[in-house]
């Protein structure tokens, strides 16, 4: 959408209705946006599957992925357009984001999450960061999730939009949690945007039936959870495999 009194751009018209159609996953246009359909993103996730994958290559083909995320979700943002001329001296549409990164901020739920920080700050230099540490209780049938610690900016409800990290969404537990600890500190839901690396459809479904104004953000969507709450085919523990504490057997 482009508002010609401002040259605005709000890109929210993705393919991600498309692809969740050929995934068979009935959600809302606009509530998430999947890479599954690009190529290199079949690849990189597969590298992330399999069990023999070494922490160094676990590292890398993972913040690969995680930027090619954080891009599309400032691709979402809207843009300003204005009228620039090129070296060749022809003018051109030049893109560029309303707000300032500044005006940004990303919350990453411990520990996991902690391994997107990097790319979202090398894209977005000046945001802002906030912290919450959320664990499920593994003692409880449903996975109950736990708050521990949260540490947000002091004006986190003037932020434009809050990025929410975390590479995995299995029961959405601690999402959503997170989320309404946001919406405590007075932030709108429709300024949030959820990152992760791979979803599965019962927790996106949870997230939409709590939150339908947050946006989703996720590489591929996978079918469903084990008697365990982990996602299959899914990719294992992540933090314990990115930060090399715990490799699979």
């Known amino acids: 959408m482009v508002e010609q009194s401002d040259k605005i751009l709000v890109n929210q018209d993705t393919e991600s209705n498309t692809q969740l159609q050929q995934e068979n996953v009935q959600l809302p246009a606009n509530f998430v946006t999947t890479l599954n359909h690009i190529a290199s993103t079949k690849y990189l996730l597969s590298q992330l599957r399999d069990k023999n994958t070494n922490?160094?290559?676990?590292?890398?083909?993972?913040?690969?992925?995680?930027?090619?995320?954080?891009?599309?979700?400032?691709?979402?943002?809207?843009?300003?357009?204005?009228?620039?001329?090129?070296?060749?001296?022809?003018?051109?549409?030049?893109?560029?984001?309303?707000?300032?990164?500044?005006?940004?901020?990303?919350?990453?739920?411990i520990r996991a999450g902690d391994s997107m920080i990097n790319e979202v700050i090398s894209l977005l230099q000046g945001i802002t960061i906030g912290k919450i540490l959320i664990q499920r209780d593994e003692a409880s049938e449903d996975k109950k999730p736990i708050?521990?610690?949260?540490?947000?900016?002091?004006?986190?409800?003037?932020?434009?939009?809050?990025?929410?990290?975390?590479p995995m969404l299995a029961t959405g537990g601690s999402v959503n949690l997170c989320i309404q600890k946001l919406k405590d500190n007075g932030v709108d839901e429709s300024n949030i945007t959820f990152i992760n690396l791979v979803s599965c459809e019962d927790g996106l479904r949870k997230i939409h039936s709590l939150y339908p104004q947050v946006r989703v953000i996720t590489a591929a969507i996978d079918p469903i959870l084990n008697e365990h709450k982990y996602i299959v085919p899914g990719l294992g523990d992540f933090g314990d495999r990115y930060f090399g504490s715990r490799l699979p057997n």
């Open 147 to 166: 708050l521990f610690y949260c540490k947000f900016p002091d004006n986190i409800q003037d932020k434009k939009r809050i990025f929410i990290l975390d």
């Open 55 to 109: 922490t160094y290559n676990f590292r890398f083909f993972s913040d690969r992925i995680m930027r090619l995320l954080v891009e599309e979700a400032i691709s979402q943002e809207p843009m300003i357009i204005e009228k620039r001329q090129s070296p060749t001296g022809s003018e051109y549409d030049h893109y560029r984001l309303k707000f300032s990164p500044e005006e940004y901020c990303a919350v990453t739920i």
